[in-house]
């Protein structure tokens, strides 16, 4: 068997990006209360693209001391830290991440932030 090379969790520090969450744009989708079991204080969603089989593509706000439990997704998942800090752990390591922060969390990787 041959072992993957891809990274588990990936972080790219500081690297520009352009943000409208602050912003509201006319026509926006609409933002909605997250209430599932995985979350642990407020959270928001909003959706930036329709429905797609391949992949999601939404805002996620966590107020402070909001966070989600141990999960895995079944495609990767990258995180653009737009705002505060946080924190994101997989079974191996837990880092700090900041507003500018990406990170990169492969599929089925065990994890939480």
């Known amino acids: 068997m041959r ?4 990274p588990r969790l990936a972080f790219a520090r500081s690297l520009p990006y352009t943000t409208c969450s ?4 006319t026509g926006s989708p609409p933002v909605s209360r997250l209430r599932a079991t995985i979350f642990v204080g407020d959270v928001t969603r909003q959706s930036l693209l329709g429905d797609s089989k391949d992949y999601q593509l939404a805002m996620v706000n966590f107020a402070i001391g909001a966070r989600n439990k141990w999960h895995t997704h079944s495609g990767d998942q990258v ?3 737009t705002y ?16 500018g922060d990406i990170v ?9 932030h």
């Open 3 to 6: 072992r993957s090379t891809r």
């Open 79 to 81: 995180l653009f830290v």
């Open 84 to 99: 505060g800090s946080g924190y994101i752990a997989d079974e191996k390591q837990q880092a700090e991440i900041h507003a």
């Open 104 to 112: 990169h969390v492969v599929a089925n990787e065990k994890h939480w």
């Open 22 to 25: 602050r912003r509201p744009r």
